[in-house]
């Protein structure tokens, strides 16, 4: 079992930065890739970004490349997305979320755990 706390969420203004924060703890000595989802109000939740265990791999949604940039530091089990350049359609709850391989993972369903989740609002 992995338990994730997220951090960092708050208001913010159109084109401020934030960074968010993810803690891991448990079973944290497997390999396993991290990744940033949001959910909107009304939407489905979405693919932000992840980064594979030793952080030599990234991957990022077309709507966030260039803004933002997730990191993971392993010596204190935590994954960190800078946002920068922020918009009002950043407005969202972002989920951090840990699949247990060597890979990247796009796919929400195929993420094993989740954390709580914290808000974020971008304001014009």
């Known amino acids: 079992q992995v338990q994730l706390v997220e951090s960092g969420g708050g208001l913010v203004q159109a084109g401020d930065s934030l960074r968010l924060s993810c803690a891991a703890s448990?079973?944290?000595?497997?390999?396993?890739?991290m990744g940033w989802f949001r959910q909107a109000p009304g939407k489905e939740r979405e693919f932000v970004a992840a980064v594979t265990w030793s952080g030599g791999f990234t991957h990022y949604a077309d709507s966030v490349k260039g803004r933002f940039t997730i990191s993971r530091d392993n010596a204190k089990n935590t994954v960190y997305l800078q946002m920068s350049s922020l918009k009002p359609e950043d407005t969202a709850v972002y989920y951090c979320?840990?699949?247990?391989?060597?890979?990247?993972?796009?796919?929400?369903?195929?993420?094993?755990?989740w954390g709580q989740g914290t808000q974020v609002t971008v304001s014009s």
């Open positions: 979320a840990a699949k247990y391989g060597t890979w990247l993972y796009a796919g929400a369903n195929e993420y094993d755990y």
């Open positions: 448990g079973r944290t000595s497997s390999s396993y890739c």
